[in-house]
């Protein structure tokens, strides 16, 4: 005797949590079986293990039938096919667009396309997720980024209510979405202990300062671009190096700030032309695509990696970096009484991001804390360090110092001269 | 020209795209009624369309009105080539033509395609403006309302309840064969999908003019049934119980019962009347003599072949002589004296000449005694329907039967009326006038065809059942001669002259009457009925093989079969009954269904134990060699273990009896009867029954005796059913009796098996085996997917088994699992209320009256006696320790303020709920739309990407879900009540890649209200319980 035909339909759709993610994680019904019975599920029941893949099986069907709608939350919502109450929904929405850290972070910066795809199994066998799982996560994606593609106004906003996704999941397409539109490289090795999460964190700062919306909220266009204007304005920056007496001018003021304040004194001062000119010549090179792309890597190996070299705490590239905004606006008042310009205050807070971003990289990479300066709240020290790890999520630390660098510029800025 | 129906198209959504170039569709609509049609502007490039177009005016007959539905189809604009349809909508606009039901329907529809299922969703809006003209000769029934609940509608009362109406129309298949038909599967479905529709509609007109005929205004527990006799044609018939119906007001209700409540207990004449005449008539009856509580069955054989059963024909020819009701109680319909053996003519006066009720609860007072199940089966051979206009010629004017039907139904319908005859001539014998909880059915396998019929043989109260009888209606109360709890069991025949012997015992509540050892009934548990502890599901499951064959051979095959099945169902649900601890059965379903190499049988039923019925004995188990020493330790083993289940289902369904000691369970007997094995002859159905009462006497226990290969199955089948997991209740009626405190989280379901039998070399034994394990499994699958709901009951549970090819079985279950609640003021309450009860008045309590808020059966509110009312007043105040108001206009937690149920915020569909009950706990009906009867075909040329055949079926049942839901949304409501799956055709062929699937579905359409105030909301909150319709 063999089961032909086995349905279960209920007037408000049937569906389990455990089943739903079970489903979701890309399970065969037959594992799926055997998972929940590992859990436990049958426990108290007088039931086999017949009764359980039946029960699976219904549930998958009804999962496979929803997907379709489920590629189009907005229908979900007021479809007649199943009768699903509302939180339910939310729920099913909200889990099959979740995705996986380890499987994002594979994919970040990639073009959605269907080479990316075809690699998928090389990423599944990495990341351990099952096949099944990483289509439909890199799918959703492919969705997420083809219905804002074209949409005008903010990204997150834009995200949320057309695909009807939770605040902290539209915050994380946008990331998504924002890092494929530009591919930015965050594969290489340098970069692998960063989190999604990080990116995402930048990739919000970016967001929120560097595109063509951020520029003007009204304008009518979209979160997904940079601004072209501002990338080349950039460019202005690079007065900071190349002219040598503001250069020497920029380094004593910064040098006299940090005098006595941090332990790393004397390799702050001998680095600080390098580190100076790294930075200006990433923020100058942005009109170049391929240098958007490297913005990451760049960051890491021209700023991070020699302040880390140097055994800076990243209390020291604070107050480094403070200073050095702060002091190119002194330099300024100083040397130009030139007007105040919008525009390079804008351009200003956009250098602030770059720093955010960095300080961020920073206390991720875990900058070597000496006994001193540990007493900072940011500090963080890694493996690297020898010393015990003190988590501290980069975003607590960055917002923290954004506000002190964005004061300092926009004062700085207004005395900078519009060299055109 | 008496009406005019107009139709506005307003938009779509979600469409498919039609233009794989563009991603697009440019969609325009057809409106089509009868032979008009009205097309929309196309509206280009989008899957959103807004047509908005003009009002579409269909100027025509009310007749049509009735036969026709609207049809909508929705297609793809092609410059080029021929436009391609998206799919249709068809809208029955019957609840529009009664001024109480829905007024206008409005909202989204799903376009069904029969081949691709939902695509997308239309708006449209209909109306209907009616002309009356009464006083022509009518063809049209307008305004007869239809029902599917088999009660009094809750927010009605029954004026009178004239009687049982019937109707069936044939036609033409427009496709037998589904897969061999040449043109293109959508257009044949498309043609049935129609037909059957206008069937319906006709049908529905021409019991309309029954009713009209009858006085009656409505029909109550209309029952359709397709029956699909492939190449012979395809029969849509319907059976009802037509009544006079008057709605009940708020302030009406309230007036009623105080009304009640007041008025003396005066005497009844007629009652009495009937208590006196029913015994004079006892039938010395044919062949088949009746017995009280076995099913009561007789087979006439096909009429293609010689072999008559002879009970038909005694009883016929008895019928004439009795004198039934009282002169003129009756009314037109109960005066059975009219029979004649003029069986071939149905006119509408006829019709009525059958005491048949399809309610199967009652008004109070309604039902006085009840005998028993009476049944009748009888096998077929069909041939074609002879119907000249449609013939071999396939055009399918589909309107046009009705010009040629001449002669053809009759066929048919004298089937019918043999059948009809013959439970009525049994309901006679036993002493009874009217049958209720009547229905009827046909399980069809090739060119074979089981027709059935069985209801529940029992004596009313006559003034239900007449004209102008309102007044002594309001005044009445039930008459006091019979006591409320107990008068439905006492044996409506005389003792002395008993048609068959059986063991008759004074009543356990009053100690007037006498009442048998067990009552077998289809009807539910009156509401009034005295229980003790709680009810639960019992299902007898029996395989038999048969051979192969053809034509009349097979019929006769099959005819003698049957005797055999029905009686070992019955041996096997008594069994399982005594083995529960109970000693009635209510809502009994029998089903026998045909295959072509078996037949199969499957008894479904709620026991209880009734308090005025004698407590049950138990089994005995006797072995045939008694010197044998391990022989004997087996057979004790065997009888412990019996022993112990019996005890224990006792402690499981509450069933503490305090009366007498004798009736310990179990107690072995003294001197085990060696008897012969009950029942093995091929004598008629009636030595068997005969035989089977003498084997379990009042006290005695039930013999089994264990030599017997059949015996051994039989304990088998016992012993191996699982019980229900605890928190879980299950049952068959409308009710669960013993459970009252019911929450407002309902969840309906579908399931469908299909098993195959592998082995092709199976026994009976083996096959017995397998089907039991199957509707265990089935059972045990539902437990742990409500495992969530828990403690929650199984109401409703509704199976149908049928063979739908060679080694298949499919079974169809439809259930509702309606949430208990748990509470200890519950238990409290209970404890309490009877001894109050008690103190203050000597009626019987009722459990129903132990204060249950949710609940809601009341429909024959308005005739509650007072002391229920007091019962309930004192519920609530011991509940909650507030006084309640008697002001309430409704009894039983009808008393709350009404909020208009919301759906949920944010989403734009509203949501329905579907359940099988005639009630949604928690809440009340306020206002029934009409009758939702749909008929759908889904076929499929892709089975394999479709999900294989249950990706195919769970598709489309919940495509039907959702097609109920818009149709009753579009008329306003936000339930369906009693709704059932009547059809259930799975049909596949693997090897093409094919599947196709019938289902027709029916239920009434209503609007209900959540009760709200305190009483709803105080549990509620002391009880967090499941959201609304939770899924686990």
Not at chain 2, 597 to 607: D, E, I, P, R
Request: glycine residues 6%; contains cysteine; hydrophobic residues 35%.
């Amino acid at each position: 005797m063999s089961v032909e035909l086995d349905v279960f339909v209920g007037n408000t759709t049937i569906m389990d949590q455990e089943v739903y993610q079970l489903w979701l994680s890309g399970y065969t019904v037959g594992d799926a079986v055997k998972v929940r019975m590992d859990g436990g599920v049958l426990d108290g029941c007088d039931a086999s293990a017949e009764v359980l893949r039946s029960d699976t099986m219904d549930q998958f069907r009804t999962f496979q039938m929803c997907e379709r709608l489920l590629h189009n939350p907005a229908k979900l919502a007021n479809q007649l096919l199943f009768q699903i109450p509302p939180d339910r929904q939310a729920m099913l929405i909200d889990r099959y667009y979740a995705f996986d850290d380890a499987f994002v972070r594979e994919v970040l910066g990639k073009k959605l396309s269907k080479g990316t795809k075809k690699d998928l199994d090389d990423v599944s066998s990495k990341t351990g997720i099952l096949l099944k799982s990483c289509r439909r996560q890199f799918d959703n994606f492919k969705r997420v980024f083809k219905v804002v593609e074209e949409l005008k106004g903010p990204l997150v906003e834009n995200i949320r209510q057309h695909l009807l996704l939770s605040d902290r999941l539209a915050r994380d397409y946008a990331a998504i979405v924002f890092f494929a539109n530009h591919r930015f490289e965050t594969g290489k090795k340098k970069l692998q202990y960063l989190t999604f999460q990080d990116f995402a964190f930048c990739a919000g700062e970016l967001i929120s300062h560097w595109t063509v919306g951020a520029m003007d909220n009204q304008l009518e266009d979209m979160d997904v671009d940079l601004d072209k204007e501002f990338l080349q304005d950039l460019k202005e920056l690079k007065v900071l190096i190349t002219d040598k007496d503001l250069l020497d001018q920029h380094k004593s003021l910064v040098c006299t700030a940090l005098r006595s304040k941090t332990k790393v004194f004397a390799e702050m001062e001998a680095s600080f032309k390098n580190l100076s000119r790294g930075l200006i010549n990433i923020a100058a090179k942005l009109t170049n695509t391929k240098d958007v792309r490297d913005l990451f890597i760049d960051l890491v190996e021209k700023f991070i990696e020699p302040c880390r070299s140097d055994r800076w705490v990243t209390i020291d590239v604070n107050l480094y970096l403070t200073h050095y905004i702060n002091s190119a606006h002194i330099l300024d008042t100083f040397k130009h009484q030139a007007v105040w310009n919008s525009l390079w205050d804008e351009l200003f807070k956009m250098l602030t991001d770059i720093q955010h971003v960095t300080v961020c990289f920073l206390v991720k990479m875990g900058m070597v804390a000496s006994g001193a300066s540990a007493a900072a709240e940011g500090t963080r020290a890694t493996a690297a360090s020898s010393e015990e790890p003190v988590p501290v999520h980069p975003t607590q630390f960055t917002t923290s110092i954004s506000f002190s660098f964005r004061d300092m510029l926009n004062v700085g800025c207004r005395a900078w001269p519009h060299s055109g | 020209m008496p009406g005019k129906l107009k139709a506005k198209i307003v938009a779509g959504r979600h469409l498919p795209v039609m233009d794989r170039a563009s991603d697009l569709t440019d969609a325009f609509v057809e409106v089509k009624f009868g032979n008009t049609t009205f097309k929309t502007d196309v509206f280009p490039k989008s899957l959103n369309p807004q047509w908005n177009s003009e009002w579409f005016k269909f100027e025509v007959d009310d007749e049509d009105l009735q036969d026709e539905p609207l049809q909508i189809t929705v297609l793809d604009h092609d410059t080029y080539s021929a436009n391609d349809a998206i799919g249709k909508v068809y809208i029955d606009i019957d609840p529009l033509l009664s001024s109480e039901a829905a007024t206008v329907i409005s909202g989204w529809f799903p376009i069904y395609d029969t081949i691709h299922g939902i695509r997308g969703e239309i708006n449209v809006l209909v109306k209907v403006d009616l002309f009356n003209d009464l006083n022509r000769f009518r063809q049209s029934s307008c305004g007869v309302r239809f029902f599917c609940t088999t009660s009094i509608p809750l927010c009605y009362r029954a004026v009178v309840v004239h009687g049982f109406v019937e109707e069936l129309v044939v036609n033409e298949d427009p496709e037998y064969q589904w897969i061999d038909r040449i043109r293109t599967p959508r257009a044949s479905n498309e043609a049935r999908q129609r037909l059957i529709s206008l069937m319906s509609g006709e049908l529905q007109r021409k019991i309309g003019l029954k009713v009209l005929e009858m006085g009656g205004n409505a029909v109550v527990g209309y029952l359709q049934c397709f029956d699909l006799e492939g190449e012979s044609g395809l029969v849509v018939r319907a059976i009802g119980t037509a009544c006079t119906l008057e709605k009940l007001s708020g302030g009406g209700a309230t007036n009623n019962a105080q009304h009640t409540a007041n008025s003396s207990p005066s005497k009844d004449m007629k009652e009495p009347v009937f208590g006196d005449e029913c015994p004079s008539n006892p039938l010395s009856s044919g062949p088949s003599t009746p017995l009280r509580a076995p099913p009561f069955t007789s087979f006439s054989p096909s009429k293609s072949y010689s072999r008559q059963s002879s009970s038909s024909d005694t009883d016929i020819s008895l019928t004439p002589k009795t004198g039934m009701g009282s002169g003129g109680s009756a009314g037109k319909e109960a005066g059975p004296l009219k029979i004649l053996l003029r069986q071939q003519t149905q006119t509408a006066l006829e019709q009525r000449e059958f005491p048949f009720f399809t309610l199967t609860s009652f008004p109070q007072g309604f039902l006085l005694h009840v005998a028993g199940v009476v049944s009748a089966r009888s096998v077929k051979l069909l041939d074609r329907i002879h119907n000249p206009a449609l013939g071999s010629t396939r055009s399918y004017k589909l309107l046009d039967w009705s010009s040629c039907s001449a002669d053809e139904p009759e066929t048919r319908d004298a089937w019918w009326e043999e059948l009809r005859q013959e439970i009525k001539s049994h309901a006679r014998a036993l002493g009874c006038h009217a049958v209720v909880g009547y229905s009827e059915s046909t399980s069809i396998c090739e060119e074979v065809c089981i027709l059935s019929a069985s209801g529940t043989a029992a004596v009313l109260n006559c003034r239900f059942l007449q004209d102008g009888c309102l007044d002594v209606l309001s005044e009445h109360r039930c008459d006091d001669s019979a006591p409320p709890g107990c008068g439905f069991c006492h044996v409506p025949y005389d003792e002395l002259n008993m048609p068959f012997p059986a063991q008759l015992s004074p009543c356990c509540c009053c100690h007037r009457t006498k009442v048998p050892d067990v009552l077998f009934t289809t009807i539910d548990l009156p509401t009034d009925a005295q229980v003790t502890g709680k009810g639960c599901l019992i299902q007898a499951r029996l395989c038999r093989l048969k051979k192969k064959s053809q034509g009349e051979g097979n019929a006769t095959c099959i005819s003698n079969l049957l005797p055999f099945l029905e009686y070992e169902l019955h041996t096997q649900l008594l069994n399982k009954l005594k083995l529960c601890g109970m000693n009635a059965l209510f809502g009994l379903c029998i089903q026998i269904s045909v295959g072509e190499n078996m037949l199969v049988g499957l008894a479904s039923a709620t026991g209880v134990y009734l308090s005025a019925l004698p407590s049950p004995g138990g089994i005995q188990i006797a072995g045939k060699t008694p010197n044998d020493l391990t022989y004997d330790q087996h057979v004790s083993s065997i009888q412990r273990k019996i022993n112990d289940t019996i005890v224990k289902n006792r402690e499981l369904y509450e069933i503490h009896i305090t009366e007498v000691a004798e009736d310990v369970i179990g107690s072995p007997i003294p001197e085990p009867r060696q008897r012969s094995r009950l029942f093995r002859s091929h004598s008629e159905s009636s030595d068997e029954l005969s035989e089977l009462d003498l084997s379990h006497g009042k006290k005695d226990a039930f013999v089994l005796e264990i030599d017997d290969t059949d015996a051994v199955e039989d304990l088998h089948s016992l012993l191996t059913d699982a019980p229900t997991p605890p928190g879980f209740y299950s049952c068959n009626t409308e009710i669960m009796p013993g459970i009252y405190n019911w929450t407002s989280a309902i969840q309906m379901f579908t399931s469908v098996r299909v098993f195959r039998l592998n082995n092709a070399n199976l026994t009976n034994l083996g096959l017995n085996k397998i089907f039991n394990e199957l509707c265990e499994n089935l059972l045990k699958s539902l437990y742990f997917k409500l495992r969530s709901m828990v403690p929650c009951c199984l109401c409703r549970l509704n199976f149908t088994v049928a063979v739908p090819e060679d080694e298949l079985i499919q079974v169809c279950l439809l259930c509702v699992c309606v949430s208990v609640r748990v509470s200890i003021a519950e238990t409290e309450e209970q404890l309490q209320f009877p001894l109050e009860l008690n103190a203050e008045s000597a009626s019987p309590l009722s459990p129903k009256g132990s204060g249950t808020p949710s609940v809601d059966y009341s429909s024959f509110a308005d005739r509650c006696s007072s002391w229920i009312e007091q019962l309930r007043l004192r519920a609530h105040t011991i509940r909650r320790g507030s006084i309640k108001t008697s002001s309430s206009p409704l009894p039983e937690g009808r008393s709350r303020s009404l909020r208009s149920t919301r759906s949920f915020p944010g989403s734009s569909v509203s949501v329905v709920k579907m359940t099988p009950l005639s009630f949604i706990p928690g809440a009340k009906i306020v206002k029934y739309l009409g009758i939702i009867n749909m008929f759908f075909i889904r076929e499929t040329t892709s089975l394999r990407e479709e999900g294989g055949v249950s990706g195919f079926l769970h598709a489309f049942i919940a495509e039907v879900f959702a097609m109920v839901r818009a149709h009753v949304a579009a008329l306003g409501g936000n339930a369906v009540v009693s709704y059932s799956m009547k059809e259930c055709v799975f049909m596949e062929n693997p090897n093409k890649n094919q599947a196709q699937c019938l289902i027709n579905v029916s239920g009434d359409a209503v609007i209900f209200t959540r009760e709200s105030d305190q009483e709803g909301h105080l549990p509620q909150t002391s009880h967090p319980q499941p959201t609304e319709d939770t899924p686990p």
